[in-house]
């Protein structure tokens, strides 16, 4: 398992991105066959593609950015990386980010998405 102070990072298949800090851990997914949950009447950004999780609940982000495009080097499958109490790992059908203290965090794929 990588331990980074932050940094980002592309699932094998190339259409999920991940950047991960000690506070915060986001996915962003390019292509999906699922439909997220409607838009917040207050997120005048884009919404549906990025996922975070933190100390609290993971939840979709209203974002006017990506981190798909500078996600950083690729994650093999059976790989994690760390920061903090966040850690994701590249698993092969999916991307699975978590608080490892709080237990909230999501998984992110083309077929479908889970936050708990």
């Given amino acids: ?3 980074a102070p932050s940094g980002g990072f592309t699932m094998p298949s190339g259409n999920i991105g ?8 986001r996915c962003d997914i390019n292509r999906k066959s699922w ?3 409607s838009k917040p009447p207050d997120c005048d950004l884009a919404y549906g593609f990025a996922l975070t999780v933190a100390d609290a609940d ?3 982000l209203c974002a006017g950015d990506s981190v798909l495009q500078s996600a950083g ?4 499958y059976g790989q994690s990386r760390q920061a903090g109490n ?3 790992t590249s698993e ?9 203290v ?3 965090g999501f998984t992110l794929a083309r077929e479908q998405y889970d936050l708990w």
């Fill in 58 to 60: 993971a939840s979709f």
């Fill in 86 to 88: 966040l850690r994701c």
């Fill in 73 to 76: 080097p690729i994650l093999g």
């Fill in 92 to 100: 092969p059908k999916a991307v699975k980010c978590e608080n490892v």
């Fill in 18 to 25: 991940c950047y991960l800090t000690a506070t915060q851990a």
């Fill in 35 to 37: 439909l997220p949950p």
């Fill in 1 to 3: 398992m990588g331990d």
């Fill in 102 to 104: 709080s237990g909230h």
